[in-house]
């Protein structure tokens, strides 16, 4: 067990809705990131936060976007779905220093129909 | 930006041999280099990493080497087990952040 959490584990949806994915960060970690996995595009980095602040992005379509809460908790948004958007969506967590581990979670498994 | 190519995509190999996945990387300057290994259903656990002060990294049965001039590195799994058995990413850091570039995976599989 990593630590990080995220829910739902599992998710299932229609093309043009909304979706919120939820990840808590193990305990003293003051950054998330939120990669996405499908089976042709590998490990795509999105998005990093720092204390509630954004401080890196990556391929990050514009349907989506993220934010990280005073807790230190963080929701990836996702709208107007696409059947091209299911994939796994993880969550990683470290102290923010460079070269520090960065430690993943479980996953949410979206599926777009 | 980082760009980073895993070989092979694929490997068998036979209980109890060694087994080896190599990666290289395009930024001269990243400086962390981690290995991950992902069982199906469940998110990437890291096994080991090595930054760029040092060349090589045990760790029991797992080691990665690192060579920065020729920008590669590469992961060592001796007196493989079946619960090796899985998919392994590389990953480099981009110069002077956090930001992970990874691999496109290799697919481990212990032959009994």
């Known amino acids: 067990d990593s630590g990080v959490t995220q829910t739902p584990k599992h998710l299932i949806t229609a093309t043009g809705q909304r979706v919120t994915l939820r990840c808590s960060p193990r305990?003293?970690?003051?950054?998330v990131y939120w990669y996405q996995q499908s089976l042709d595009q590998g490990l795509q980095f999105l998005i990093q936060?720092?204390?509630?602040?954004?401080?890196a992005k990556g391929n990050i379509l514009e349907r989506f976007s993220a934010q990280q809460f005073p807790d230190l908790h963080s929701e990836l948004n996702l709208s107007s779905l696409e059947l091209g958007d299911s994939a796994l969506y993880f969550c990683?967590?470290?102290?923010?220093?460079?070269?520090?581990?960065?430690?993943f979670g479980p996953g949410t498994r979206l599926l777009v129909l | 930006g980082e760009n980073v190519e895993q070989h092979p995509s694929t490997l068998s190999v036979q209980e109890g041999d060694s087994a080896v996945i190599k990666c290289t990387y395009s930024d001269s300057a990243s400086n962390y280099f981690p290995w991950y290994k992902q069982e199906l259903g469940k998110g990437p656990q890291l096994i080991i990493d090595i930054r760029s002060n040092v060349g090589e990294k045990k760790d029991q049965r797992i080691a990665v080497t690192l060579n920065k001039t020729a920008k590669h590195f590469s992961l060592h799994i001796t007196e493989t087990q079946p619960e090796d058995s899985a998919v392994y990413f590389c990953?480099?850091?981009?110069?002077?952040?956090?930001?992970?570039?990874f691999g496109t995976g290799t697919r481990l599989t212990i032959i009994p």
């Open positions: 990683a967590s470290s102290t923010g220093d460079v070269q520090e581990t960065q430690y």
């Open positions: 936060y720092y204390n509630g602040e954004e401080r």
């Open positions: 990953a480099a850091n981009g110069p002077g952040n956090e930001k992970l570039t």
């Open positions: 305990s003293g970690d003051l950054s």
